[in-house]
Each structure stands twice: as C-alpha cells, then as structure tokens.
C-alpha cells in the first residue's frame, strides 16, 4: 500500500509502508497529520485512520490534489487534559504532541528540534538536565543581583521606619533597636528574594541566573510552574540550605539532577540549548 501524507501545506509521497511506519514512529507523521492512501474516500487524520483518539475535528479534503494547508494543532480543551511541550512549554492536548524519547514535542517546535538531533545538539532519550556546578553558578549570580537589589529594598525600609544603624551606636544598650533592626532587615529582605523568583520563575520559567546559563525550571510533564508551584519552591530551596546544604548536593548524584526542593516541588531543571 502506498500512502501519501501532508507536511508544512505540502503532499508527500507515495511511501509504502514500512516507510510510512517509520515516519510514524519518528514523528514525521502526527497524530493530526492528514493522510490518505488508494481506497480512502477522501483524507483523513492519521489518529482518526490508526484509532488514535483525535485532538479536535478537522475539515478534511476531498482529495490528494486538493491539499491545501495542515490542520491546526489544537490546543488543550481543558486543564486535565493539558500536556506541554517540552522545548516552548506551551500547553496542548495529548495528540497533539508528538512523542520523541521521553519528550513531547509540539509540531511548531519539531522541525527545529528534529535538526538540533540530526547536529547532535539535542539527546533523543533524555532530557539535559541542569547539573550541581551550573545551577551552583547561576544561583551565584541571582546571589549577586539579590544583594544589590535588596540592600537598596532593606535601607530605604529602614529609612521608611526612621531607624538607622547609627542607632546602636548611640545606645549600646539598646537590644531592643538591635532586634528591631535585624528583624525588619530580614523580613525585607526575604519578601524581596521570593517576590523575585516567583516572579521570574511563572513568567520566564527561570531566573536571570539561569536564563544567563540557559536553564529553565519545569514540572515534571515539561508545564510551567504556578505561582503556588513556584512560592513552594522558594521555600523549599530554603529548606534545602538549612540541611547543610545536603539539599542542594543530592542533585549531583541524582539521576535527573533534582535538589530536595525539586524533589518536594516535582520540578526539574533543564538545559535550554
């Protein structure tokens, strides 16, 4: 049997089909992709002709020549049955992705990530995950700019608050001062920090550090993370500090590279190149 299936508005083939079942297996051909063969009645979806449950209704063409353009891939019709890409993060219903090792991958980040395999820039089985010194360094960046960043927040608190260093020096005895001080500074100072990576986290996916160093902080499913995900994660990276850093050096011996509060949050950290 000789198939013929469409790709970017264009007809391909005929293929036989050992060809086609490569095609299939690979990802050439979707599960939305438009196929036909000698006996069909008019083309039709590859999930609708294999018995895979389809993404959404199409109108189909009438024939080989009358292809025009692809289907659309179809997005998630609801939150339970959202599945995300594992490049752009975007979500999309189950068949409209297409499965490549242990990734999926949407049909508008295919032909981009087919050619990073073909050059060796991509590993098909795994995903590249962020290791101990990356994520050690780009941290140390996001330390950097936290510092300047909340040193300006915690200073002009203070001065918000009519309460100055200088304070102590004038009253040594003054525990009270002392305690208001450092409490004030610290509660600042933390507010700031998770205000930061939240922020940067639902909205880019990482922060500047990692974004610098081409890593992006995912779900274990490749979705992004809510702000809830997100708050959790900022805490529990606290957690993994307050452990002697035990937290923090379990990820280079973990199989996926993930921290305690990766564990604890079902996160992961990938490399974006």
Not at 109 to 119: D, H
Not at 173 to 195: K, R, Y
Request: a neutral charge; proline letters at 5%.
């Amino acid at each position: 049997m000789k198939w013929f299936y469409a790709e970017a508005g264009q007809q391909r083939g005929p293929v036989e089909d050992e060809e086609f079942r490569h095609l299939t297996a690979s990802g050439a051909v979707q599960p939305d992709t438009l196929v036909w063969h000698d006996g069909m009645a008019s083309w039709q979806r590859w999930d609708a002709v294999s018995g895979v449950p389809p993404a959404s209704p199409v109108t189909m063409p009438t024939g080989p020549q009358q292809l025009d353009v692809v289907a659309p891939v179809a997005a998630a019709q609801s939150a339970d049955d959202a599945k995300f890409c594992s490049v752009c993060g975007s979500a999309f219903s189950a068949a409209a992705l297409v499965p490549i090792g242990d990734r999926l991958i949407c049909i508008n980040c295919k032909p981009a990530f087919l050619q990073s395999l073909r050059e060796g820039r991509q590993g098909m089985s795994t995903n590249q995950y962020g290791g101990f010194w990356i994520r050690f360094a780009a941290r140390f960046i996001d330390g950097i700019i936290m510092t300047i960043v909340s040193g300006i927040f915690q200073f002009a608190g203070l001065a918000a608050l009519g309460i100055s260093l200088t304070d102590l020096g004038k009253n040594p005895g003054d525990v009270g001062a002392f305690f208001t001080i450092f409490a004030v500074t610290s509660l600042i100072g933390v507010g700031i920090q998770m205000a930061y990576e939240v922020y940067f986290l639902v909205t880019r996916g990482a922060t500047p550090g990692k974004i610098l160093l081409n890593l992006k902080v995912v779900r274990s499913d490749g979705g992004p993370l809510s702000v809830g995900r997100a708050v959790g994660r900022f805490f529990g990276n606290m957690l993994s500090g307050m452990t002697l850093s035990i937290g923090y050096i379990i990820a280079g011996i973990d199989d996926q590279k993930r921290a305690l509060h990766d564990h604890l949050c079902d996160t992961r950290v990938i490399r974006t190149n």
